[in-house]
């Protein structure tokens, strides 16, 4: 068994490969159901034992047992959370990356593939208008991101403040801000300093109002914005916070895990203005730039403050760091060994072409705009504010928290949609999250239909 674990087997390879042909032409990739906790344990049970088992009935489990209880995120009737949709060009490269077993760490052993990711996240930074000297790394997601950036932020703050590790600092966030952010103050010790939204969305001129409110103004070093809100997807004030940041030199940190790629879109591109001036921006492609989990680009303004908190310095790792050494992806966040996790993304890209992903972006948000007439037009139901990007918030009149979830459970259970509540100011309503170019208006009539 051992000798013939890492030879070439061609009946493994058809087998996995025959697997992989059938899961790429699902059209449409059903949306499948939630898992038996005690089913799924019976069907594994005994699996793991010391001689191993057939991997054609090995295949068959995964194919019947496994995959059937998960819900398909890239199904066109997944408009819960942040769907996916990856492209199969950037599928197909993935399992380039993990069959060249491609890494990512260090220039010295892996350039070809660090010189093709730094060439998308140029393009990013090239869409932000972030500056020539602008760099950074893919990471895993945008909860990774959001920690590397701050950690940066926490320590260039210290470095300029003189500030021992007790010392009180904290970063400007409002009620809108991500979830992970809120975990990453709490792994790198900075408190929040909450400052309220005008609609849900940040503004500089509330940011100013705290700071100018609050009894300890030069603790606060940083601000994060969202450039879209996950909920209702809100792109905050990034011009006016911008000017702010730079007044009290905050360090100026957007998030657009999710609405990032709005940069793409000419048609909401204006709501942008300001990223240009951000210190630190993350875009999840594995949201809205249509690559698969995970992946995650996260870039600075000035990535030689990032490399002074990240790299790494043991003695078997020096052989990385010596002059002449282009990038180092490793220095600009918190890990070590990374997947080569933007290679999908280049590929596709460059055999796609910048212009069908606008073009994809666009389909999403002309979806969001159709969904809200037919909520406009349709006396049950109310949008909760007008689309901004591509998430639609919307209540059906006369519900309460009860009839959005048992309406939520029978559409998946009927594998019409996969369509959770979420919560508007104490309030349970319908959210939709369109980003599959898949997603027809039609497949949104069928759902509206079914509210009663
Ligand atoms: C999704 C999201 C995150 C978290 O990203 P992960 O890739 O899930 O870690 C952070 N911020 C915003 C605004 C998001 O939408």
């Known amino acids: 068994?051992?000798?013939?674990?890492?030879?070439?087997?061609?009946?493994?390879?058809?087998?996995?490969?025959?697997?992989?042909?059938?899961?790429?032409?699902?059209?449409?990739?059903?949306?499948?159901?939630?898992?038996?906790?005690?089913?799924?344990?019976?069907?594994?049970?005994?699996?793991?034992?010391?001689?191993?088992?057939?991997?054609?009935?090995?295949?068959?489990?995964?194919?019947?047992?496994?995959?059937?209880?998960?819900?398909?995120?890239?199904?066109?009737?997944?408009?819960?959370?942040?769907?996916?949709?990856?492209?199969?060009?950037?599928?197909?490269?993935?399992?380039?990356?993990?069959?060249a077993s491609l890494q990512g760490i260090s220039w010295l052993e892996a350039a070809g593939a660090i010189a093709a990711e730094?060439?998308?996240?140029?393009?990013?930074?090239?869409?932000?208008?972030?500056?020539?000297?602008?760099?950074?790394?893919?990471?895993?997601?945008?909860?990774?991101?959001?920690?590397?950036?701050?950690?940066?932020?926490?320590?260039?703050?210290?470095?300029?403040?003189?500030?021992?590790?007790?010392?009180?600092?904290?970063?400007?966030?409002?009620?809108?801000?991500?979830?992970?952010?809120?975990?990453?103050l709490n792994i790198i010790g900075v408190e929040k300093l909450l400052v309220r939204t005008e609609n849900h969305r940040l503004t500089g001129a509330a940011l100013r109002a705290a700071l100018e409110a609050d009894p300890d103004p030069s603790s606060v070093i940083g601000v994060v914005a969202t450039a879209g809100t996950t909920n209702a997807g809100i792109v905050d004030d990034l011009a006016g916070i911008a000017e702010v940041a730079e007044e009290y030199r905050l360090w100026f940190h957007v998030d657009g895990a999710y609405g990032g790629a709005g940069l793409f879109a000419p048609t909401v591109r204006a709501k942008y203005a300001g990223v240009e001036r951000a210190d630190s921006f993350v875009v999840d492609p594995h949201k809205w730039l249509f690559a698969p989990f995970d992946c995650a680009a996260l870039l600075y303004r000035e990535p030689r403050l990032a490399k002074a908190v990240h790299t790494q310095d043991a003695s078997y790792l020096d052989v990385l760091h010596v002059e002449g050494e282009e990038w180092n992806p490793t220095d600009y966040a918190y890990h070590l060994t990374r997947r080569a996790r933007g290679l999908p993304l280049w590929f596709s890209l460059a055999v796609h072409g910048v212009g069908a992903y606008t073009e994809a972006i666009e389909t999403g948000l002309r979806l969001a705009r159709e969904t809200a007439e037919l909520i406009r037009a349709d006396e049950r139901l109310e949008l909760v504010r007008d689309p901004e990007l591509s998430a639609v918030v919307f209540r059906r009149r006369g519900w309460a928290a009860e009839d959005y979830h048992a309406w939520s459970r029978r559409l998946l259970a009927d594998q019409t949609g996969f369509v959770t509540p979420t919560g508007w100011e104490g309030e349970t309503v319908a959210r939709f999250a369109f980003l599959h170019p898949g997603t027809t208006l039609e497949m949104v009539r069928e759902i509206l239909a079914t509210m009663g």
């Open 1 to 99: 068994m051992t000798a013939r674990m890492h030879q070439y087997d061609g009946e493994l390879v058809d087998l996995v490969f025959k697997y992989m042909r059938d899961r790429l032409q699902y059209d449409p990739v059903p949306l499948d159901h939630p898992g038996d906790g005690e089913v799924l344990r019976g069907a594994l049970d005994g699996l793991l034992n010391e001689r191993g088992n057939d991997p054609a009935q090995v295949l068959k489990l995964y194919d019947h047992e496994l995959s059937r209880a998960v819900i398909s995120c890239d199904s066109p009737r997944y408009l819960s959370f942040v769907p996916c949709a990856p492209t199969k060009a950037a599928l197909l490269f993935d399992m380039i990356v993990s069959c």
């Open 118 to 184: 730094n060439q998308v996240l140029r393009l990013i930074a090239d869409r932000a208008g972030l500056p020539k000297t602008a760099g950074g790394v893919f990471v895993s997601g945008g909860s990774a991101a959001n920690l590397s950036a701050l950690v940066v932020a926490r320590d260039t703050a210290r470095r300029r403040l003189g500030a021992g590790p007790g010392a009180r600092l904290r970063i400007a966030v409002s009620d809108q801000t991500h979830s992970s952010v809120t975990n990453t």
